[in-house]
């Protein structure tokens, strides 16, 4: 059973930046595609972005291009999302997710496996 524990989050100002982590352990990282998603109260959660097994193919949600970057350390069995420029609206819990198949995808049911999500708060 692949666990996922996300870290990193926390309160920081407007423009400010934070890096999350996600440590996967159980079942075999190196071979998934690894995913970002978060979700502000009262809306549904939403894409961020996805990485491939081998990060060869990456995707961004339009509203974080630029600002967000998403990579990861198979060695480490760790991905990570590198947040800059923060703006309010990126309030939101930010869960990592993995999906056994090879195909990249944005929508959060074809997820198989969920952390339990880490808080990020921007202050204007």
């Known amino acids: 059973q692949v666990q996922l524990v996300e870290s990193g989050g926390g309160s920081v100002q407007a423009g400010g930046s934070l890096r999350l982590s996600c440590a996967a352990s159980?079942?075999?990282?190196?071979?998934?595609?690894m995913g970002w998603f978060r979700q502000a109260p009262g809306k549904e959660r939403e894409f961020v972005a996805v990485?491939?097994?081998?990060?060869?193919?990456?995707r961004y949600a339009d509203s974080v291009k630029g600002r967000f970057t998403i990579s990861r350390d198979n060695t480490k069995n760790t991905m990570y999302l590198e947040i800059n420029s923060l703006k309010p609206e990126d309030t939101a819990v930010y869960y990592c997710?993995?999906?056994?198949?090879?195909?990249?995808?944005?929508?959060?049911?074809?997820?198989?496996?969920w952390g339990q999500g880490t808080q990020v708060t921007v202050t204007s």
């Open positions: 159980g079942g075999t990282f190196s071979n998934r595609v």
């Open positions: 990485i491939s097994s081998n990060s060869a193919n990456i």
């Open positions: 997710a993995a999906r056994t198949n090879w195909i990249l995808t944005t929508t959060p049911g074809s997820y198989n496996y």
